[in-house]
């Protein structure tokens, strides 16, 4: 079965690296399973896995209010006057259960807001779906199977040893 090569490495952003949520803009676009696989894999990344591991693992629980957030969006261009997901990731333990103890519940809520604010809007909504751990209603395709087989994660969404 040929695999549409073009895919894998169109952004729609300046910068060289796809958002998060341009990934899973191209899982949902992608016709086929393989296709979908492919193009998680050859877009793999630490912030990628955290994301939807937040979203599929159910010994994940956010901490954070269901549902909408009340947020100023950030509608600049995709990859420019905003942050990444990317680089934001490495703060997404604050708003899991037994990730931050110290900071007081108000002040991680607040802490969210102002990240969401900063992220492209797509990035944005992409996240507050993956803290509902709704990824799989948005994204068509975007499977627990899928996720676990592109990432090589045993039940408990952890790395099989090859």
């Known amino acids: 079965m040929a695999v549409n090569k073009n895919i894998f490495n169109t952004n729609t952003n300046s910068s060289g690296t796809l958002l998060i949520s341009e990934v899973l803009d191209k899982v949902h676009k992608a016709k086929t399973k393989a296709d979908k696989l492919k193009i998680l894999q050859a877009n793999d990344s630490a912030p990628l896995r955290m994301v939807i591991k937040s979203s599929f693992d159910p010994k994940i629980e956010w901490i954070l209010p269901k549902g ?3 947020i100023k969006a950030n509608d600049v261009p995709a990859g420019t ?9 490495r703060k997404l333990y604050r708003f899991v259960k037994g990730g931050d103890a110290d900071t007081p519940q108000y002040k991680k809520e607040l802490m969210f807001v102002q990240m969401l604010e900063g992220l ?14 709704s990824l799989h209603k948005v994204y068509k395709g975007l499977s627990k ?14 790395r099989i040893d090859a």
């Open 68 to 70: 909408e957030v009340p």
């Open 81 to 89: 006057d905003h942050t990444r997901l990317h680089s934001e990731s």
């Open 120 to 133: 492209h809007e797509s990035e944005a909504r992409m996240l507050v779906n993956a803290k509902d751990k």
């Open 145 to 158: 199977d899928l996720v676990k087989q592109a990432f090589n994660w045993n039940e408990d969404f952890n």
